[in-house]
């Protein structure tokens, strides 16, 4: 019976629990258990520690204050002894407990438990020298006894518990806590025998006796006779059981002997505050007595012996546990020791990580590793993969360009990067005679070759010229130079509205203005048009204007709309 109910109560336990075992309790903190630089959580003691580990003077964190853990528990109390136990009877305790590492704590734990034992075997000498016994049951081997007990046991213990599984090298951590436990403490117990019935007369055993028979007192049997025993006994315990005369006792008698314990148990964790546990206890005590007999009698002869085994008891518990503190981490057997160090490899928060060097030789910047051209001379502009910018593609490099936009048509280009344009066929024989002063009435001119010039693009709605935009305009400065005879027309787009014509002027001027002030050009030699069609509103075209007529300057359309 005992052995059955002790299975079916493990069973719904586990089964009540295991949804644990398959939880990581890693809320996504995707740090550590806590944060491992708040002060507030460090005792003062351990300070001098904190600010080192702050400092990067030492590498170990120092170990955070931590909650004590205080429970009640409820459970099934027997006695292992010379008298077998009848039912698993009511026990409770209560403990508080406190972390003194990750994996070891210390619990003080206080137990109160009735225990019941009969047995349904028949015994005639055994308890020829209880006292007790025998002033009811005379030991003649032929009277039976059928021994019976009640006791109350009291015991108040210090247990080392170990935690075997909060260090997890594959979890920041767990729901569930497994341990081991081991501790020293006193205990005191009072049993008492049910050996007479409500008028204070002796039972009559002979009776089960005869009802079963000398031969009915088998294993198979053993429900019945307990059953027919329960009907006889009114369940009183009215008789003090057999005590040592040599044991000490406190509170008016009431012997008390040291007490060894053993267990383990499986906790639960609810919550940061609230957690369950299912344990079992085993304690070892120096007396034979818990079950008020230490003499039985062997086989089915008539002898005795008298055993020098002793006493125990066991104690299987089901507890609910809250932690209390202020400022104080949770108890450090939940908590894994090896969270802090991986969440820091993974996502480092307090490591000094050094600054990566990474080589480039020709300090062009970029790295060695993704330089295509490793020895690019100095000051030159790169692109991406390290190699010298060419903007026209004529093999000359732009920081030793100066025709940075060649047309195609014009090269290949010198060592300078400047092409020499052919002149349209078309056009030959017209330039030849206007250089002697022939063609109608033009009266004559000097060549002008200055070829075809670049345009000059602005972005959104920008009225300043760009880095790019510079380097076109000193290409079209540089040719104008070598061209002394030629004038150009700096055309702008965009007569669709007032804005259009005022962006329209704004850039114009601003080309022209940059090619006087910052490239020395003379104003006569520009044509200023602006608001013109058939164009692109963010393009300046630059043309050969030689020849033609208009105006170098001219009044802003819609000065209201200028841009600044």
């Given at each position: 019976?005992?052995g059955?109910?002790?299975?079916v109560?493990t069973?719904?336990l586990?089964?009540?629990?295991?949804?644990?075992f398959a939880q990581?309790?890693t809320?996504?903190?995707?740090?550590?258990?806590?944060?491992i630089?708040?002060?507030?959580?460090?005792?003062a003691k351990r300070?001098?520690q904190?600010?080192?580990?702050?400092n990067?003077?030492?590498?170990?964190?120092a170990?955070?204050?931590?909650?004590?853990?205080?429970?009640?528990?409820?459970?099934l109390a027997?006695v292992?002894?010379?008298?077998?136990?009848w039912?698993?009877?009511f026990g409770?305790g209560?403990?508080?407990?406190k972390a003194?590492?990750y994996?070891?704590?210390?619990?003080?734990?206080?137990?109160y438990m009735l225990?019941?034992?009969l047995?349904?075997?028949?015994?005639?000498?055994?308890f020829a020298?209880n006292?007790?016994i025998?002033?009811?049951?005379p030991a003649?081997g032929a009277?039976p006894?059928?021994?019976?007990y009640r006791?109350?046991?009291?015991?108040?213990s210090?247990?080392?518990i170990?935690?075997?599984?909060?260090?997890?090298?594959?979890?920041?951590?767990?729901?569930?806590?497994?341990?081991?436990?081991g501790?020293?403490g006193?205990?005191?117990?009072?049993?008492l025998y049910?050996?007479?019935?409500?008028n204070g007369q002796?039972?009559n055993?002979?009776?089960?006796v005869?009802?079963?028979g000398p031969g009915?007192f088998?294993?198979?049997n053993r429900?019945n006779?307990?059953t027919?025993?329960k009907?006889?006994?009114d369940?009183?315990f009215?008789?003090l059981g057999?005590r040592d005369a040599?044991?000490?006792?406190?509170f008016?008698g009431?012997?008390?002997r040291?007490?060894?314990?053993?267990?383990g148990?499986?906790a639960y964790k609810?919550s940061d505050?609230?957690?369950?546990?299912?344990e079992d206890?085993?304690?070892i005590?120096k007396?034979?007595?818990l079950d008020?007999?230490?003499w039985q009698e062997?086989g089915?002869?008539?002898v005795h012996a008298?055993?020098r085994?002793?006493d125990s008891?066991n104690?299987?518990s089901?507890?609910l546990?809250?932690n209390i503190?202020?400022?104080?981490?949770?108890?450090l057997?939940w908590i894994?020791?090896l969270?802090?160090a991986y969440?820091e490899?993974?996502a480092?928060?307090h490591?000094k990580l050094?600054k990566?060097v990474?080589d480039?030789?020709?300090?062009?910047?970029v790295?060695?590793?993704f330089?295509?051209?490793?020895n690019?001379?100095?000051?030159?502009?790169?692109d991406t993969?390290?190699?010298s910018?060419?903007?026209?593609?004529d093999?000359v490099?732009d920081?030793?360009d100066?025709e940075?936009?060649?047309?195609t048509?014009c090269q290949?280009v010198?060592a300078?990067?400047?092409?020499k344009c052919?002149?349209?066929?078309c056009?030959?024989?017209i330039n030849?005679?206007?250089?002697?002063?022939?063609?109608g009435?033009?009266g004559?001119?000097?060549?002008?070759s200055?070829g075809?010039?670049?345009?000059i693009v602005f972005?959104g709605?920008s009225?300043t010229?760009?880095?790019?935009?510079k380097?076109?305009a000193?290409t079209?400065a540089e040719k104008m130079?070598?061209?002394?005879?030629c004038?150009?027309a700096?055309?702008?787009y965009g007569?669709?509205?007032?804005t259009?014509?005022?962006?329209?002027?704004?850039?114009v001027?601003?080309?022209?203005k940059y090619?006087?002030?910052?490239?020395?050009?003379?104003?006569d030699?520009?044509?200023?048009?602006y608001g013109?069609?058939?164009?692109?509103?963010?393009?300046?075209?630059?043309?050969d204007?030689?020849?033609?007529e208009?105006?170098?300057?001219?009044p802003?359309?819609h000065p209201?709309?200028?841009k600044r």
């Amino acid at each position: 019976m005992i052995g059955k109910k002790y299975i079916v109560l493990t069973g719904v336990l586990l089964a009540f629990l295991s949804p644990g075992f398959a939880q990581d309790n890693t809320s996504a903190e995707s740090s550590s258990s806590y944060d491992i630089r708040d002060s507030s959580l460090i005792p003062a003691k351990r300070i001098p520690q904190h600010n080192e580990f702050l400092n990067n003077a030492y590498p170990f964190p120092a170990k955070p204050r931590n909650e004590w853990e205080i429970g009640v528990k409820g459970g099934l109390a027997t006695v292992s002894g010379d008298v077998r136990s009848w039912l698993p009877t009511f026990g409770f305790g209560l403990h508080a407990r406190k972390a003194l590492g990750y994996t070891f704590s210390l619990r003080l734990e206080y137990d109160y438990m009735l225990a019941k034992g009969l047995n349904w075997q028949p015994s005639y000498y055994g308890f020829a020298t209880n006292a007790q016994i025998t002033k009811f049951y005379p030991a003649n081997g032929a009277t039976p006894v059928f021994y019976n007990y009640r006791t109350t046991i009291q015991d108040l213990s210090i247990q080392g518990i170990v935690t075997l599984n909060n260090i997890n090298f594959h979890r920041a951590k767990s729901n569930i806590a497994v341990y081991a436990l081991g501790g020293f403490g006193i205990m005191t117990y009072s049993t008492l025998y049910n050996l007479t019935d409500a008028n204070g007369q002796p039972y009559n055993y002979q009776s089960i006796v005869n009802q079963f028979g000398p031969g009915g007192f088998a294993y198979s049997n053993r429900k019945n006779i307990k059953t027919a025993l329960k009907n006889m006994m009114d369940g009183t315990f009215e008789t003090l059981g057999q005590r040592d005369a040599s044991q000490p006792t406190i509170f008016g008698g009431t012997p008390f002997r040291p007490v060894l314990e053993l267990g383990g148990g499986i906790a639960y964790k609810l919550s940061d505050k609230f957690n369950i546990a299912l344990e079992d206890k085993v304690s070892i005590t120096k007396t034979d007595l818990l079950d008020g007999q230490e003499w039985q009698e062997t086989g089915s002869v008539a002898v005795h012996a008298m055993t020098r085994d002793y006493d125990s008891y066991n104690f299987l518990s089901l507890g609910l546990n809250y932690n209390i503190g202020k400022r104080a981490v949770e108890p450090l057997w939940w908590i894994n020791p090896l969270d802090y160090a991986y969440s820091e490899l993974n996502a480092p928060r307090h490591m000094k990580l050094p600054k990566p060097v990474l080589d480039d030789a020709d300090g062009d910047g970029v790295t060695d590793q993704f330089d295509h051209e490793p020895n690019t001379p100095a000051g030159c502009p790169v692109d991406t993969h390290g190699v010298s910018r060419d903007t026209d593609g004529d093999g000359v490099p732009d920081c030793k360009d100066k025709e940075l936009i060649t047309p195609t048509q014009c090269q290949p280009v010198d060592a300078d990067g400047v092409g020499k344009c052919p002149d349209p066929a078309c056009c030959k024989e017209i330039n030849a005679k206007l250089d002697s002063g022939g063609v109608g009435t033009l009266g004559g001119r000097n060549r002008c070759s200055i070829g075809d010039l670049p345009s000059i693009v602005f972005k959104g709605r920008s009225v300043t010229l760009s880095k790019d935009g510079k380097a076109l305009a000193s290409t079209i400065a540089e040719k104008m130079r070598n061209n002394p005879a030629c004038k150009v027309a700096v055309i702008g787009y965009g007569e669709s509205s007032k804005t259009a014509q005022q962006l329209s002027w704004d850039r114009v001027n601003e080309v022209i203005k940059y090619l006087v002030e910052k490239e020395g050009i003379n104003s006569d030699r520009f044509i200023f048009r602006y608001g013109q069609t058939g164009g692109d509103e963010n393009t300046i075209d630059i043309k050969d204007g030689t020849g033609e007529e208009g105006p170098n300057t001219v009044p802003a359309p819609h000065p209201n709309l200028r841009k600044r």
